[in-house]
């Protein structure tokens, strides 16, 4: 199954949707402002992501770099 996901980093913390190519909704989940929370979320989606989109008012170049380091592929950031 081809899953899309949506990050939005905020100040206090993140927020992740993961949705299906009919999108309906696989998760929606806040978690605390730090790469480990995400990555634990993402990792049971991790062979049927195809992208990876961020959102964030300040660089989320460190969420990009953990994601990329524990083998997620296709993540890109909207600043």
């Known amino acids: 199954m081809k899953l899309y996901c949506g990050i939005v980093i ?3 913390e993140i927020n992740i949707t993961v949705i299906d190519e009919k999108q ?3 998760v ?3 978690v605390p402002n730090e790469a480990s929370p995400v990555i634990a979320t993402l990792m049971p989606h991790r062979s049927d992501l195809q992208s990876i989109v961020m ?3 300040k660089d989320p170049r460190w969420l990009v770099d ?3 380091a ?3 592929s296709n ?3 909207i600043s």
């Open 66 to 68: 953990a994601l990329t």
């Open 10 to 12: 905020q100040k206090d």
């Open 75 to 77: 993540v890109n950031s």
């Open 70 to 72: 524990d083998g997620f």
């Open 55 to 57: 959102e964030a008012d």
């Open 28 to 30: 929606n989940e806040n």
């Open 24 to 26: 309906n909704e696989i």
